[in-house]
Nanobody, 129 residues
Framework: QVHLVESGGGSVQAGGSLRLSCDFS????????MAWFRQAPGKEREGVAG??????WYADSVKGRFTVSQDNDKNTLYLQMNSLEPEDTAMYYC????????????????????????WGQGTQVTVSS
């Protein structure tokens, strides 16, 4: 059974920073394409950042502010979020897809729609102005 557990969410003011963590229960995280998605109330789930096959992918809205990284020894995926904006307020989800390699825009968009693979329960991020 694969389990993903997110942590690190919270409430911050605009301009602040948060670091999300995703603990992955399998010891082969490097075999998965891992990603962060988010969903705000009344909006569709959207990809934020992906990590796989030695490559990273970012949504245009977070480029230059967010950084995704992975520690294979700890089986943990991270999302460092800087210069947070009220528009970043959402539930953030960690997800893993076995066998996929490099995340691309098309793959991330499809993944967010069909929600295949493995998903965590989410961690809430709230940014106040």
């Amino acid at each position: 059974q694969v389990h993903l557990v997110e942590s690190g969410g919270g409430s911050v003011q605009a301009g602040g920073s948060l670091r999300l963590s995703c603990d992955f229960s399998r010891t082969t995280i490097s075999s998965y394409c891992m990603a962060w998605f988010r969903q705000a109330p009344g909006k569709e789930r959207e990809g934020v950042a992906g990590f796989g096959g030695g490559s990273t992918w970012y949504a245009d809205s977070v480029k230059g502010r967010f950084t995704v990284s992975q520690d294979n020894d700890k089986n943990t995926l991270y999302l460092q979020m800087n210069s947070l904006e009220p528009e970043d307020t959402a539930m953030y989800y960690c997800a893993g897809y076995l066998g996929a390699s490099r995340p691309t825009s098309d793959f991330m968009n499809s993944w967010g729609r069909n929600r295949s693979g493995y998903w965590g329960q989410g961690t809430q991020v709230t940014v106040s102005s």
